[in-house]
Nanobody, 116 residues
Framework: QVQLVESGGGLVQPGGSLRLSCAASGSISGFRSMGWYRQAPGKQRDLVASITAGGDTDYADSVKGRFTISRDNAKNTMHLQMNSLKPEDTAVYYC??????????WGQGTQVAVSS
């Protein structure tokens, strides 16, 4: 069984930065990709950024150039560095882990609020 725990959310002013972390417990060998999704009130959950087991990254157009996804293989952790934050980035951010043959796992979410 795999568990994902996010941390690093909070309240920040527009233009500020936050760094989210996702720690995975249990074996994640054979995973396909890890990623960050976000869901604002009344909206669907959308992909923000993802990174494959091979290290390829993908970003939503709205965060390109501002967010950076990374992975620490030795610590089974994933990070999302968020810079130049905007009010429209306000959402609950979820960590996601996809396996080729073992299904998909989600974290419990961490709140990010961007407001002056």
């Amino acid at each position: 069984q795999v568990q994902l725990v996010e941390s690093g959310g909070g309240l920040v002013q527009p233009g500020g930065s936050l760094r989210l972390s996702c720690a995975a417990s249990g074996s994640i060998s054979g995973f396909r990709s890890m990623g960050w999704y976000r869901q604002a009130p009344g909206k669907q959950r959308d992909l923000v950024a993802s990174i494959t087991a091979g290290g390829d990254t993908d970003y939503a157009d709205s965060v390109k150039g501002r967010f950076t996804i990374s992975r620490d293989n030795a610590k089974n952790t994933m990070h999302l560095q968020m810079n130049s934050l905007k009010p429209e980035d306000t959402a609950v951010y979820y960590c996601n882990l996809q396996f080729w043959y073992r299904g998909t796992y989600w974290g419990q979410g961490t709140q990010v609020a961007v407001s002056s």
